[in-house]
Structure formats: C-alpha cells, structure tokens
C-alpha cells in the first residue's frame, strides 16, 4: 500500500459521502418528477450520477494504491420536500458539507505527506467549486423566477444543452 492509512481511512469515509449524496440527489429528482417538473429531475437525476462517479474514481484511486475500499451502509435520506428551494437549499448544503469533507480529507494526506493522495485530492477540490457554485445559481434562479418553476424548467434545460453542446467534438 503507497498511501497512509490516516487517508485511507478518510477516503472510506468520503465514499459514504458520495454515495450518501448519489442517493440523495435521487430523492430529490423524484421530487421534481412527481412535480412533473422533468428539467429539474434531470439535473438531479444527472448529479446524482455524477456523484456515483465521484465514489467510483475514490474505490479506483485506492485499489490503484494497494488500498481496500469499504462500501458503506447509507444513513436515512431526505424524502420530502417543502418545495424547489427548500429542496435545492438541502442541495446546496450537502455540497458545503462534503467541500469541508474534501478540505479535511486535502489536511490529512498532507499531514501524513501523502503526496499521491494530495495529488489525486485536487481534482475534488476543482470540482466542489464547481458543484457549489452551480447549485448557488439554480438557488438564484429559482428566487428570480419567483414562484414560476417553468422559468427555471428553462433556463436547466438550456444549461444542460450548453453542456451537450460544449461536451460535443468540434465538426
Ligand atoms: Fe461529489
Ligand atoms: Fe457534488
């Protein structure tokens, strides 16, 4: 094993965190679907998978790293919500949450001068930067759109076509 077992154990509690919020974001897409609010689902729908994904670069980081990743039992979800800002607001603090997660995580492996595992940490710190800032706007929007969720069911279907687009190889 190549990395410390301080981090190693970090990791397996941020892969409870992960899949935690790959579970989360699907109760709150189910939300918005009984909504008939289909945009929004969809942008859970899809964080959730990202978040999967999170978890399974972590179980790959540490196999890499002669590590054994320890799949987690999942603490209750959140099922119900009073409404798209009390659902996105629940969002948005998980995703502060799980950034102090990784800020802590960055502090272990570099109190134990773990330098693969900082390295593989980086990329978590980007993206949480990424993750807080796009649930900030959804939260603004669903506040300007005041009351209109079909203002926000557009301006989610625009971001994700944007995404579809600038994700597409240029002809
Ligand atoms: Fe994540
Ligand atoms: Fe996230």
Redo the contacts with the bound molecule.
């Keep these: 094993m190549i990395i410390k077992q301080a981090v190693v154990d970090a990791l397996n509690t941020q892969l409870k965190s ?1 899949f935690s ?1 790959s579970a989360q ?1 699907i109760a709150i897409a189910i939300y918005f679907d009984e909504e008939s609010l289909p945009d929004l689902a969809g942008f859970f729908y899809r ?1 959730s998978e ?2 999967r994904m ?1 978890a399974m670069k972590i179980v790959r980081f540490m196999l890499d790293a002669g590590a054994k990743p320890l799949i987690p039992s999942l603490p209750e979800m959140k099922n119900q919500f009073e409404g798209a800002s009390n659902a996105v607001q629940f969002a948005l603090a ?2 502060m949450k ?1 950034t102090d997660e990784i800020n802590n995580l960055v502090s272990v492996a570099s109190a134990e001068n773990d330098y693969a595992s900082q390295q593989f940490l980086q990329w978590f710190v980007t ?2 930067v990424e ?1 807080v800032a796009s ?1 900030t706007t959804l939260l603004q929007t669903i506040k300007h759109a005041a009351g209109n969720l079909l203002f926000v069911e557009d301006f989610v279907r625009r971001i994700a076509q944007a995404a579809t687009v600038a994700a597409e190889p240029a002809a």
């Design positions: 992960e919020a974001y964080q990202e978040e999170h998980q995703e799980v993206e949480q993750e649930m």
